[in-house]
Antibody, heavy 117, light 106 residues
Framework: QVQLQESGPGLVKPSQTLSLTCTVS??????????WSWIRQPAGKGLEWIGR???????DYNPSLKSRVTLSVDTSKNQFSLKLSSVTATDTAVYFC?????????WGQGTLVTVSS | SYELTQPPSVSVSAGQTASITCSGD??????VCWYQQKPGESPVVVIH???KRPSGIPERFSGSNSGNTATLTISGTQAMDEADYHC?????????FGGGTKLTVL
């Protein structure tokens, strides 16, 4: 079955760009009509959708983050990526990637990114 | 922007029925998903499209959605059901999550 795994730096300095990659295994990222999403969760808080990307490169973003977010996909590596610019402490969270069919399933295990100098 | 409201916490005695609500304007016009999240784990979908239960999810989980309120019902609640539950919808090509409800099984 499909599995997702996030990777990237766990510590990012304020004002810099957060970069994460999600590697999809057990299936092709180009299969069927799946989107691939990023979702984050600050400690002790709820979930926040960041955005999604289709294998063709088509994207949708959360309007509240749109000006700082860039999603990309590398079909040759079966990966999709997130870049979040101009980060502040409020961007500290566990970041999840997930397959998106309108329902998020499955999810990666999540990776904690801390924004601190 | 669209908002979903969940109670921060719900308590239920083991073996009883737990009901977790999710409220939003004309929510019944949208499809609601519910996710279960245990501490330190990723969310898992337990209900999608209001009432559909994915394979592997116990029959004690059910969902409904009408008017301005969607409800996740857990019948015969077990200790293993203690978790955070999040509702989610799509609105204008954007995903909206509720704030989450912590279910405590007494």
């Amino acid at each position: 079955q499909v599995q997702l795994q996030e990777s990237g730096p766990g510590l990012v300095k304020p004002s810099q760009t957060l970069s994460l990659t999600c590697t999809v295994s057990g299936g092709s990222i180009t299969t069927s009509n799946y989107y691939w999403s990023w979702i984050r969760q600050p400690a002790g808080k709820g979930l926040e959708w960041i955005g999604r990307i289709f294998s063709s490169g088509s994207t949708d973003y959360n309007p509240s983050l749109k000006s700082r977010v860039t999603l990309s996909v590398d079909t040759s590596k079966n990966q999709f990526s997130l870049k979040l610019s101009s980060v502040t402490a409020t961007d500290t969270a566990v970041y999840f990637c997930a397959r998106d069919t309108g329902t998020f399933d499955p999810w990666g295990q999540g990776t904690l990114v801390t924004v601190s100098s | 922007s669209y908002e979903l409201t969940q109670p921060p916490s719900v308590s239920v005695s083991a073996g009883q029925t737990a009901s977790i609500t999710c409220s939003g304007d004309r929510l019944g016009d949208k499809y609601v998903c519910w996710y279960q999240q245990k501490p330190g784990e990723s969310p898992v979908v337990v209900i999608h499209q209001d009432t559909k239960r994915p394979s592997g999810i116990p029959e004690r989980f059910s969902g409904s959605n009408s008017g301005n309120t969607a409800t996740l019902t857990i019948s015969g609640t077990q200790a293993m059901d203690e978790a955070d539950y999040h509702c989610q919808v799509w609105d204008s090509s954007t995903v909206v999550f509720g704030g989450g409800t912590k279910l405590t099984v007494l």
